[in-house]
Structures are given as structure tokens and as C-alpha cells.
């Protein structure tokens, strides 16, 4: 694939340069309000019967506390709280598949935490369960995150073996100095045996997290993890900024400021990134994203079909998506919805209602236009005036 042409406009980069919101919803889950009810939420399970309905189970567990981290965790190595969990998800998924028993499920992700927290027979349990409750297409896109630095080998084979047909993997950095200031020191030659385990037993797709911005990383510490990357040939990889909050995340204090790369440095990591990737083969997708030319996402791209939910890009149109799980939001037609975020609560909610739902937020027409704007800006950076006014007006 020739190298894309990517305009980088410091100037304008400059003149935007202030925070906002990463926009995974619009509006965001802060606007979210706790007038939303489950009435509610039935109502817009009703709004689109036919469309096809995509999965996210939120497994909030790890072994290991690492410092960046900013999702929704429980730090334990204490295997029965997963059963604990599953006892108590296991009636949410059945509270909430009443609601579209015809519905066919064309994808599922399992995030957290750390999907593979949970042991074989516990992935085995919650893949039965959500089989017998829901309807799976034949083809329908399963993925999984795991953590390369607590998992066997064999558990890919077990994945695999349960439908799953997409591994995501975070990595984060390649370089010892930056993993050992964020607490997530890994094998580097075990992430390259568990990549290539999954393309033996068959997996569809291997896709690798990095994070720029992180303490100690400098263009040329990065460039080095480039390199193993492409080495590794991922078929996707997804390269977030650091957002250092840790007014928010207690465990960002444990991150030194003077550690933290400049803005500028973060910049000059940023564009060494496209440049690299693209010059090896690899597409820019969206604004953080970067795929083979013949994955599915590459090529959705190129055609103006590419979409984003909570889950990130997607090659899936128009599916409503039902999150269960601790702190699990959903996005059905124009209402989103969200569960507790404390797993006490979570519990306490499910075992006394069946369901854990805590705010949401029922879109009006405008809300869905801006919505529908940005994600066309985010997904294929050009709007076209005359299907917006199209969508407006039907």
C-alpha cells in the first residue's frame, strides 16, 4: 500500500489545542441523568426491533494495578470473586434478554479490567449463558481483551475453541524504563508467542493497544516500540493519548509530572506514529486507529462506511448495543444507558431489581443530528451537506 497522505497543520493544531471530551457518545456519559428509568429503557428496546444487536460484558477485574489506567477496576487475586460476579450478571442477562428475544447478535466484546481474569471454566460458564439466552448469527464478530502478562498459552486455544474470533491486546510501550514507571512490566518475546498462537488456532484478527504520552517515553524510546510492532505485524492497532487526570484516577499520582513527555514532545511521538505505521503498510483509520489495507476496517474506510460506537471503530451499521456488566452503558436507537459503577451497588441492585441501571439519557432530534455529524467527522473526516439534510428532514 502506498504511504497515505496525512495533513499535519501545526498551526491549526495549536488553535484547538485545549481539552475535550473523547467523544465516545455524544452527548458524553456526563450528561447522563439519574431521571432515566428502566421504563424507559424498555421503551427503546421496543424502538428498532429489527436491528441487529451487538454485546459488551464488562469483566471489572485485575491482578495488577497499573498506574495509567483509567477504566473501571477491582484490583484482587482472589478467584472467587469472578464466580461472586457471574452468580449476580447471570440474572441481568436474563432480566435484559427478555427484551430482544428477536434479535440476532451480530457482535460481542468482552472488556474491563481484564476479560481473562476469569479462568477457563468461568469464560466457558458466561459464553453458555449468554448462548443460551441470546440469538448469535453463524458469523458474528467475537472479541476478547486479554493481558499478556497473566494468561497460559493454552487460553487462546480455549477462546478460540468458545467462538471467540478477535483478540485485543494492550501492550501500552515496549520499553522497560516506561513499564516499570507504570507498574505493567511484561515478557516481550510472550506477546509475540501469544500473536502468533492466535493465528494458528485461527483467530480472524490480532489487534494491539499502545498509549503515547506515558512517563519516560521520548520519540526515540517509541521509535524502538514501533519497530517491535511492526515485527509483530498486528492486523490492527489502536494508539491512544494518555490523558494524565490524577485528580480522577488515584493511581496517576503514583506517576511523577516531570516524568510526563511535553506537548510538544507528545506531538512529535504522535507523528512519527502515522508516519511509521503508514510507511509500513499500515492505513490510518479515524483518529487513533491503524489497520492492514484488507482488514475490515481499512476497507470500510476507503468505501465512507465506517462507523464508531463505545466500543470503538466498527464495520457495523445501525446495531443497538446492550452492555451488562458493572458500569456497562448501552446505546439503544436514540437513549443511552448505564449501569452502577460501584460493584456493591451493582449487586445490591441486580439481586433486589434484576437489572442495575443507573442514569441515561434519552436523546432529542437535535442531539441526534450533532451526534450523527460527529461521528462522520470521526469516522470519515468530510461531511456530505446533502445526506445531512436528508437525515434532518426524514
Same mark, same amino acid.
Given at each position: ?134 440469538? *448469535? ?6 472479541? !476478547? &481483551?486479554?493481558? @499478556? ?8 486455544? %480455549? =477462546? ?61 524510546? *517509541? ?6 510492532? !511492526? &515485527?509483530?505485524? @498486528? ?8 490523558? %494524565? =487526570? ?70 457495523? &451499521? ?77
Amino acid at each position: 500500500m502506498s504511504e497515505q497522505t496525512i495533513i499535519w497543520d501545526l498551526d491549526l493544531i495549536h488553535k484547538y489545542n485545549y481539552s475535550g471530551p473523547r467523544y465516545t457518545s455524544y452527548p458524553t456519559a456526563l450528561e447522563f441523568n439519574q431521571q432515566y428509568s428502566d421504563a424507559d429503557f424498555e421503551q427503546a428496546t421496543k424502538r428498532y426491533p429489527e436491528r441487529p444487536l451487538s454485546l459488551y460484558i464488562h469483566i471489572p477485574f485485575c491482578h495488577k494495578l497499573c498506574y495509567f489506567c483509567g477504566c473501571n477496576k477491582i484490583i484482587t487475586r482472589h478467584k472467587h470473586k469472578a464466580d461472586e460476579y457471574l452468580d449476580v450478571l447471570e440474572k441481568e442477562i436474563i432480566n435484559r434478554a427478555r427484551y430482544f428475544k428477536n434479535r440476532k447478535v451480530t457482535q460481542m466484546h468482552w472488556g474491563g479490567g481484564t476479560p481473562t481474569f476469569l479462568d477457563k471454566q468461568q469464560i466457558s460458564r458466561l459464553v453458555a449463558l449468554l448462548r443460551q439466552h441470546f440469538h *448469535f448469527v453463524e458469523n458474528a464478530e467475537l472479541s !476478547i &481483551e486479554i493481558d @499478556p502478562r497473566e494468561i497460559e498459552l493454552d487460553v487462546i486455544d %480455549h =477462546l478460540h475453541n468458545e467462538g471467540f474470533n478477535r483478540l485485543s491486546m494492550g501492550v501500552q510501550d515496549f520499553n522497560k524504563e516506561v513499564q516499570q514507571k507504570v507498574n505493567r512490566e511484561q515478557d516481550e518475546a510472550f506477546i509475540f508467542s501469544l500473536v502468533a498462537r492466535a493465528r494458528e488456532v485461527g483467530f480472524h484478527s490480532t489487534s494491539i493497544d499502545l498509549i503515547y504520552g506515558l512517563p519516560k517515553q521520548t520519540k526515540e524510546s *517509541f521509535a524502538f516500540t514501533l519497530k517491535k510492532v !511492526i &515485527e509483530l505485524s @498486528p492486523d490492527r492497532l489502536s494508539v491512544f493519548n494518555y490523558a %494524565h =487526570l490524577p485528580n480522577l484516577f488515584a493511581a496517576q499520582r503514583k506517576i511523577k509530572d516531570e516524568d510526563l513527555p511535553l506537548a510538544e514532545e507528545k506531538l512529535e511521538i504522535l507523528q512519527e506514529t502515522i508516519t511509521t505505521l503508514t510507511t509500513n503498510g499500515y492505513q490510518f483509520i479515524g483518529m487513533d486507529h491503524f489497520a492492514k489495507p484488507d482488514d475490515e476496517l481499512a476497507v470500510a474506510q476507503r468505501q465512507g462506511i465506517l462507523h464508531r460506537n463505545f466500543q470503538g471503530y466498527t464495520t457495523h &451499521e445501525e446495531c443497538d448495543l446492550l452492555g451488562m456488566g458493572v458500569s456497562a452503558i448501552s446505546m439503544l436507537g436514540d437513549h443511552y444507558a448505564q449501569n452502577e459503577k460501584v460493584l456493591k451497588e451493582y449487586y445490591a441492585r441486580v439481586n433486589s431489581e434484576g437489572h442495575a441501571l443507573w442514569r441515561g439519557l434519552s436523546l432529542t432530534h437535535d442531539d441526534c443530528i450533532r451526534r450523527d455529524v460527529i461521528k462522520t467527522l470521526i469516522c470519515n473526516f468530510h461531511l456530505n451537506f446533502t445526506e445531512i439534510e436528508k437525515s434532518i428532514s426524514a
